[in-house]
């Protein structure tokens, strides 16, 4: 009879009755989607209401006692307070559903039992967060020095410590030629490269740094000696009797080969045998030589670079790359001449009461750096050495 009355096959909302106890009173009631509508309804419900209780109550006399009025508002809008507590009930769920699916599916290394499910290499040592202030000079030296008087303690010991059991295990296996890599960019390998130079160089070893990074080249900016000329520059000069490409940083001890534009085709310029021929040279000349490679986890650089080295060092940035990443990355290294000696965590986080140099888990305050100026500009002439011309490829 409703429906009739609306004209209409459907009901776009409900109605209800109830009836107040002890009386003779009876309520109705009507929801839906709009006031206009909740206003309709009723306005049907009171015209077949005596005809729909006449089969319940016989003959009745109906009576309306408040006229009905179109709402200005919806009747069941929560209050302010119930919001509130609602929606912080609900985004405190939210948040630890989040949390707890983060912690499940968060395989990232971070320990060295993550480590020890995936390989046996072995543990070197960490070196800590360090938090730098914004540097005014975009051309400064973007890299922390344990030379520097102005980083912290926990990292000069740190990166003293790694020095110290590196060079003892590089002796173990005599071993001169040390590839330093990772599985992903931004792990920190050029500025571990650049402190071991630093390291042993003040030990009185006669070092050699090279930016095999052909990609990248951005060693020397990082050195503060802009310029110079990278591994396919070298190779691409026809006449090499004057060529100068090694630089001895007088300020840092060690020497340096490095370019600032990257090759064109790094793949062949690393295969070449005139390059094998200037490292094994280089190999005769000095006593340990560092090659910043990039990460192998990403190009075969490293890989082409490993069967010259003697060994690697594998760089891990706490809590950046899944351990199925440095698994992938460390058996692209297989099977090459030189073999990974150990990794190291790099930029691992404080932990209270705990310090170590090198064996155990680290963890330091939270440190702060004044500006960084760059007070190597580019080397003046005395500060550069030359490349014998008798060694120079053909």
Known sequence: MLLENLGTDEL??????????????????????TAEEA???????????????????GSIEFHLL?????????????????????GGVGGLFLASMIVCLMALFN?????????????????????PTVHQKARKN????????????R??????????????????????????????TSSAAGEGRSTVA?????????????????????????????????????????????DQKEIRFVRKLKSRGFYFWGGKKPAEKPVRTLNSKPLRKILDTFRERVDYIILDTPPC?????????????????????????????VSSALSLLDNRKASVLGYIFNDYPQTSGSYGYGYGRYGYGKYGYGSYGSKYTELPEEEVVEYDPTLNPV
């Open 194 to 238: 650049i402190n071991l130079a630093e390291q042993l160089a003040q030990s009185g070893k006669r070092v050699l740094l090279v930016d095999m990074d052909l990609r990248g080249q951005k060693d020397a900016k990082l050195l503060g000696c802009s310029g110079g000329m990278s591994a396919e520059d070298v190779l691409n000069i026809k």
């Open 138 to 149: 975009s051309n400064a030296a973007r890299y922390i020095s344990a030379l520097d008087p």
């Open 39 to 57: 206003r309709a309804i009723l306005d049907a419900a009171m015209t077949v209401y005596p005809q729909v209780a006449r089969f319940v109550l």
């Open 66 to 86: 408040d006229d009905i009025e179109t709402p200005t508002e919806p009747y069941n809008v929560w209050s302010v307070p119930k919001i509130v507590l609602v």
């Open 12 to 33: 776009d909302g409900t109605i209800s009755a109830e009836t107040v106890e002890n009386s003779n009173m009876v309520t109705l009631m009507a929801d839906a989607p």
């Open 107 to 127: 395989n990232t290394v971070k320990t060295t039992e993550d480590m020890e499910k995936i390989t046996s290499v072995e543990y070197l040592g960490a070196l």
């Open 151 to 180: 980083s912290t303690h926990g990292f000069r010991e740190s990166v003293r410590a790694l020095d110290a059991r590196l060079r003892t295990t590089l002796q173990e296996h005599e071993a001169k030629a040390l590839l330093v």
């Open 297 to 325: 986890g990403v190009y075969q650089d490293a890989a082409i670079l490993a069967d010259w080295a003697d060994a690697i060092l594998f760089v891990i940035r706490y809590d950046q790359v899944t351990t199925s990443d």
